[in-house]
């Protein structure tokens, strides 16, 4: 394979390792948009609670992890998101750095990252499963307040 389609491909593949990380930040996003939605309900007219959408929106892989771990008991998710971080930052800040510095002198070393690179992807998609897992317990949450409330109101009725 030629030098040059050799880096395209593995520039198409750092995209795509990058990919299941951009996931992650999503879901993290929807997860505390949720929770914040479901703790302004309950602490609606009792106590204020002003967090705008707008400081977490646009925010770093980090922060909305600490942002998840406030609203998160899932230690084990928890740990596994801050390991993805660090392959996240890897991936977009570090990764072609290190392939390019090898792709000539080394090929046998810039092929070994190439497989790492798969390897950060599948454990991303991992991660991607996992946290959609999360929030289904968010939304199973939901699901079972609204079943109480409305037994309460059809038993008022």
Do not use: C, W
């Not at 750092?14 to 999503?26: D, H, I, K």
Request: net charge positive; charged share 30%.
């Amino acid at each position: 394979m030629s030098s040059i389609r050799s880096q395209r491909l593995f520039f198409r593949r750092v995209g795509e390792a990058l990919s299941p990380y951009q996931l992650v930040e999503a879901i993290l996003k929807i997860y505390v948009a949720k929770a914040h939605l479901r703790i302004r309900r309950t602490v609606a007219g009792k106590v204020p609670f002003n967090y705008p959408s707008s400081e977490y929106e646009n925010a770093a892989l980090g922060q909305l992890i600490s942002l998840f771990k406030r609203h998160s008991n899932n230690n084990p998710l928890i740990t596994r998101l801050k390991a993805a971080k660090e392959k996240r930052n890897y991936i977009a800040h570090k990764i072609i750095e290190d392939y390019m510095h090898h792709h000539e002198k080394n090929p046998k070393i810039a092929s070994g990252i190439s497989g790492k690179l798969k390897k950060m992807q599948s454990d991303g998609y991992d991660l991607v499963e996992d946290m959609l897992k999360e929030l289904r317990v968010l939304d199973d949450i939901d699901d079972a307040v609204r079943e109480v409330l409305a037994k309460h109101e059809n038993a008022s009725s």
